[in-house]
């Protein structure tokens, strides 16, 4: 049985698969953008409990 490559039938896309898309960097930055949000939102929430929790 003949392996799929990027010439014979059977391959999805005729693209090298280890390089990235502009489609790809978009989708990593959105991963990035809500990854830092994440953090920040967090980050407030833990300083704000222990402001509450430190005046109680």
Known sequence: MQEPTATTQGWPHDRDPQSFTRGDIMAW????YCAAAVTVVGTTAAVIAFVVLANA
């Open 29 to 32: 930055r959105v991963v990035g």
